[in-house]
C-alpha cells in the first residue's frame, strides 16, 4: 500500500474481535495509510425470525434484543494512532479529522548495502 500510493484503505467487516483492531493497526502502520474499519452493530430483531434464519453459537435462539455483532469501528491514522472508536456501545456514526491538508504520512525506507 505504501507504494501504490494507498492514502486512506477501508476495511469492513463483521469481526468485533480486538485483535480485528491489532490486525488495522498493522496495516496501518506497515501501508503507512489511514485505516477506517467499519463494523456492523445489530441486534437478533435485525435479522429474519426462525427458521429463516437461525443463529449457531449462542445455544438457545437469542432474544430480539440480543446484540449478536457488537459493532467496534475504528479508525486509525497511518502512525498507528486510534483516530476514533472502537465504538461497541451501539449504532454510531464515527468520524475524524484526516487532516486534508497534511502530506500523508509516509515511512522512508532505508536500504542496506553490504559489501564485502
Known amino acids: 500500500m505504501l507504494y501504490a ?6 476495511a469492513p467487516t463483521a469481526d468485533s474481535r480486538p485483535v ?46 440480543t446484540v449478536v455483532c457488537p ?13 476514533a472508536g472502537p465504538n461497541y456501545e451501539g449504532e454510531a456514526l464515527i468520524t475524524a479529522d484526516l487532516g486534508k491538508n497534511a502530506p500523508p504520512f509516509r515511512f522512508v525506507s532505508i536500504y542496506i548495502i553490504s559489501r564485502g
Open 71 to 83: 459493532g467496534g469501528s475504528v479508525i486509525i491514522s497511518p502512525s498507528g494512532e486510534v483516530l
Open 5 to 10: 500510493g494507498i492514502e486512506i484503505y477501508c
Open 20 to 65: 480485528w483492531q491489532a490486525s488495522m493497526t498493522h496495516i496501518a502502520l506497515e501501508g503507512g495509510c489511514f485505516v477506517l474499519s467499519a463494523n456492523q452493530f445489530c441486534r437478533r430483531k435485525d435479522y429474519p425470525p426462525p427458521p429463516e434464519y437461525e443463529f449457531a453459537g449462542f445455544g438457545e435462539e437469542p432474544s430480539a434484543d
